[in-house]
């Protein structure tokens, strides 16, 4: 500090550090520019980011105030007892054979309904097995090519 070059040097930079802090025309916005790119420069450099001084660290917003912290969040384990309520099955209302016999699609025994699947059946096989007959009855034509017609 005796030296007088390094005491204007110092006097100098405390200028540029105000005038970087409350920049008021175009110019100091732009020299405040200048002064925040140095300062973050030496910031970089590991070897000098140790002589930045706090001022010039709230400056870049490189402040330990400045930093985002992580934050902690207490977990927090809720102590509910589970209600787990015993299942007792309901007897049903109706008998299962019950409601089968409803619902049947015809009486048991020989009843129309019965004679009537039967024939339908019985029609079926016919047409399956080679009768060649439609179930409605009808004689059907032969899907076989006619050998003169080539």
Same mark, same amino acid.
Request: glycine share 4%.
């Given at each position: 500090?005796?030296?007088?070059?390094?005491?204007?040097?110092?006097?100098?930079?405390?200028?540029?550090?105000? %005038?970087?802090?409350?920049?008021?025309?175009?110019?100091?916005? @732009?020299?405040?520019?200048?002064?925040?790119?140095?300062?973050?420069?030496?910031? +970089? +450099?590991? &070897?000098?980011?140790? *002589? @930045?001084?706090? =001022?010039?660290?709230?400056?870049?917003?490189?402040?330990?105030? %400045?930093? *985002?912290?992580?934050?902690?969040?207490?977990?927090?384990?809720?102590?509910?007892?589970? %209600?787990?309520?015993?299942? *007792?099955?309901?007897?049903?209302?109706?008998?299962?054979?019950? @409601?089968?016999? &409803? +619902?049947?699609?015809?009486?048991?025994?020989?009843?129309? =309904?019965?004679?009537?699947?039967?024939?339908?059946?019985?029609?079926?096989?016919?047409?399956?097995?080679?009768?060649?007959?439609?179930?409605?009855?009808?004689?059907?034509?032969? %899907?076989?090519?006619?050998?003169?017609? *080539?």
């Amino acid at each position: 500090m005796s030296n007088p070059e390094v005491r204007k040097n110092l006097d100098l930079w405390e200028v540029f550090l105000e %005038q970087a802090k409350n920049p008021k025309t175009r110019e100091d916005r @732009i020299e405040a520019r200048d002064t925040r790119r140095m300062i973050m420069r030496d910031y +970089n +450099n590991k &070897e000098r980011r140790r *002589n @930045i001084g706090d =001022d010039e660290l709230m400056l870049i917003g490189k402040h330990k105030s %400045q930093l *985002n912290r992580p934050v902690v969040t207490p977990v927090i384990t809720p102590v509910i007892k589970p %209600q787990v309520k015993e299942f *007792n099955p309901r007897p049903p209302e109706r008998d299962l054979r019950d @409601i089968i016999e &409803e +619902n049947t699609r015809m009486k048991p025994g020989l009843s129309e =309904d019965f004679v009537k699947l039967k024939s339908d059946i019985k029609e079926n096989m016919d047409y399956v097995m080679g009768k060649r007959e439609t179930p409605s009855g009808e004689k059907e034509e032969s %899907q076989d090519p006619i050998k003169g017609d *080539n």
